[in-house]
């Protein structure tokens, strides 16, 4: 810890110290990176499009991804359920990953995909990858021969897949963050839930904006 004396505010006699614990921001690193792996404090779940399930936290989520910013913003409840239907659980793993440590390692022929997933969700240091580093890195992990040489397929951005959200007694088809609601009470009532807290997600709707069938 490193103590600072400050000079006397206005001329007056009183003066003041700074505390400073130069290993704060290490700590507060290590404890969040923490949370991911022993599921503490979670208030939030992501589903893949596997039906597998990730505890994770609102908070680490939005501070690395503007799109889950604006998903819990307007969904400010209790622990919400976050249907990713068109994301796989290895690329969301490997996402949720990187946001709680700065970096993660993946398998050479899931770049694209999850460079491509990160980019939909707003990943910030993920989704920013330029093209000419995504693709030597792709390339730097083949071995060599003509038909692996060529190029991988350009990493493309597009709007955010709306996922489901679960909360309360209904799943809601939520909108994508180009294309706000005003009024979170307009979103159309999906499916309702069992009263038991265990009730079973419908992983097989199909897709999240429908005819409400």
């Not at 991988?152 to 951005?157: D, K, L, S």
Request: some cysteine.
């Amino acid at each position: 810890m490193a103590l600072d004396a400050g000079g006397s505010g206005g001329g007056g006699s009183s003066r003041e110290y700074c505390l400073r614990w130069n290993n704060h921001q290490p700590n507060m690193v290590s404890f969040l990176s923490s949370l991911l792996p022993k599921e503490s404090f979670a208030d939030v779940t992501l589903v893949s499009a596997e039906g597998t399930r990730i505890q994770a936290h609102r908070i680490i989520l939005s501070a690395c991804s503007p799109y889950f910013e604006g998903v819990f913003e307007s969904n400010p409840c209790k622990h919400p359920v976050v249907i990713l239907k068109d994301v796989q659980y290895t690329d969301l793993r490997a996402i949720v990953t990187f946001i709680y440590n700065g970096e993660v390692n993946i398998e050479v022929d899931r770049i694209n995909e999850i460079i491509q997933t990160a980019a939909t969700l707003q990943v910030k240091g993920l989704a920013e990858v330029p093209a000419d580093e995504f693709k030597r890195v792709s390339l730097a992990g083949r071995c060599s021969s003509p038909a692996e040489n060529s190029s991988p397929a350009p990493v493309t951005r597009t709007q955010p897949p709306p996922p489901l959200i679960m909360s309360g007694s209904a799943v809601r088809s939520w909108p994508s963050p180009a294309e706000p609601s005003e009024n979170a009470s307009d979103f159309p009532v999906r499916k309702k839930l069992k009263k038991s807290a265990s009730a079973n997600i419908p992983f097989n709707s199909g897709s999240a904006s429908t005819n409400g069938n």
